[in-house]
């Protein structure tokens, strides 16, 4: 799973504008970048008329379109669970670093930024959790990092510290030295091996993993 974090507000209050200025500035640090936007009225990705269309009308469960260049993957779902659109997050950017999610303010696992702006919405929203920092264009009242949203370098700054702060956990020692390692190789690692020991869990086992410790020993032969 990469790292998630939900841009949230209001309608109209500025989280693609804001999505789109964060997209860049996390390229060009190095980072690769996926955006998920919730459609609460619902989308087209094809054409009426077009095949692909024609499948979907016809009561095709999942629709598959690819070229050289994209894909794009539909299915038809009955009810909207929360723990099937992470699985759906897990899936499809299980090779990206960041995800940023716009709405889908309801999830509880993802650490959110909420959006104020002037005129629109000046409160904070008391209901949402996991809400880490506020971006705002006035001066706001509250024991959160707040940025204007024109500080995008200072913005991207603070959610890499968030990601730093989880990879921290991640350590490697070797004869009882503990090996440097930057982020992406702790994110490496964590990655690693959760995806080896994860599979070998009891299956009646739903206890969250909290800690891995594993031991090798290389003897001369």
Request: some cysteine; glycine content about 6%.
């Amino acid at each position: 799973m990469p790292f998630l974090f939900g841009i949230v507000g209001r309608s109209d209050v500025g989280k693609t504008t804001l999505i789109l200025k964060l997209v860049p500035e996390l390229i060009k640090r190095g980072y690769r970048v996926g955006v998920v936007k919730n459609c609460p009225h619902g989308f087209d990705l094809d054409r009426e008329g077009k095949d692909s269309w024609k499948f979907y009308q016809k009561g095709a469960e999942g629709v598959f379109l690819a070229s050289p260049q994209r894909f794009a993957f539909v299915e038809r779902i009955k009810e909207e669970r929360e723990e099937d659109i992470l699985k759906y997050f897990s899936l499809l950017f299980y090779s990206f670093d960041v995800v940023l999610v716009e709405g889908f303010s309801n999830l509880r696992e993802i650490k959110k930024i909420e959006l104020l702006r002037e005129g629109i919405s000046q409160k904070i929203n008391p209901s949402l959790e996991k809400v880490i920092a506020v971006v705002s264009d006035f001066e706001i009242n509250t024991d959160k990092p707040v940025f204007n949203p024109q500080e995008i370098g200072k913005i991207v700054d603070f959610m890499e510290k968030v990601m730093e702060k989880i990879t921290d956990k991640v350590e490697v020692i070797v004869n009882g030295e503990k090996l440097p390692l930057n982020f992406f190789l702790k994110k490496m690692v964590r990655n690693l091996v959760l995806a080896v020991v994860d599979p070998l869990k009891r299956k009646d086992e739903k206890e969250e993993i909290k800690e891995v410790i594993i031991k090798v020993s290389r003897e001369d032969r």
